[in-house]
């Protein structure tokens, strides 16, 4: 597979769930982020990992858990989730040079999240 | 904090005719890319654009960059209704720690035969 992949593609859970997203990207990039997509809103950046090591977390709640065991993989753990979480949740990677982020950004497929 | 605007936000045109989209920024940036995004599918880049007067072009599509005035604009050639899409600018936000992008909240662009 090339680029970055992302599973599941649609995910239904309930407000008591525990689930969580993957990512992967195949680019050799050293960076990788969580994006969350909502109607009619611009992207809304979440987390920024630099060579694993969290960078940014964007005042989110902490119902949302990131974790990067290496530099290719991303995952974003969630639980008791609200209904206005129900979003589309974007993962990107990008080279990372000099403690930021300096490369274009290149996007997954997105999970598409809805929370009953 | 930066802000990015993009007008419009929603664009219905003739295949054939030509449209710009325009997207302003409130602080100094040296770097803003142009993402293209179809429905249900994830965001495919189009251009990074590096620096004052810099233009881009690919097929159909042309970008441009005027730092000083904090805008950047995506001039669509006669459209083709392929190109029905909703469009991103980004623009780089090089004081945070991270670098991070700035999105705009995108012109949904649609191309009638």
């Known amino acids: 597979e090339t680029g970055v992949t992302q599973t599941p593609r649609h995910l239904v859970m309930g407000m008591t769930n525990k689930k969580s997203l993957k990512c992967e990207q195949h680019?050799?990039?050293?960076?990788m982020y969580w994006y969350k997509q909502s109607a009619k809103k611009p992207l809304e950046l979440m987390f920024v990992y630099s060579l694993e090591e969290r960078v940014e977390n964007n005042s989110v709640p902490s119902r949302f858990s990131p974790e990067c065991p290496n530099s290719s993989h991303l995952f974003l753990h969630l639980h008791t989730l609200q209904p206005e979480d129900s979003a589309l949740y974007l993962c990107a990677s990008s080279a990372y040079i000099k403690r930021k982020s300096t490369d274009t950004q290149y996007f997954g497929p997105g999970t598409r999240l809805t929370v009953l | 904090e930066l802000k990015v605007e993009q007008n419009p936000l929603f664009l219905s045109m003739q295949e054939g005719k030509n449209y710009t989209i325009y997207c302003n920024y409130s602080?100094?940036?040296?770097?803003l890319y142009w993402y293209r995004q179809d429905p249900g599918k994830s965001l495919e880049s189009l251009f990074v654009?590096?620096?004052?007067?810099a233009v881009k072009q690919e097929g159909r599509l042309m970008a441009s960059l005027d730092t000083k005035a904090r805008l950047s604009t995506l001039h669509i050639t006669a459209a083709v209704h392929d190109l029905s899409a909703t469009y991103f600018c980004?623009?780089?936000?090089?004081?945070?720690?991270?670098?991070?992008?700035?999105f705009g909240q995108g012109t949904t662009l649609q191309v009638k035969p």
């Open positions: 654009l590096l620096s004052n007067g």
């Open positions: 602080t100094t940036s040296d770097r």
């Open positions: 680019l050799g990039h050293n960076a």
């Open positions: 980004a623009v780089y936000n090089g004081s945070s720690n991270t670098g991070k992008l700035i």
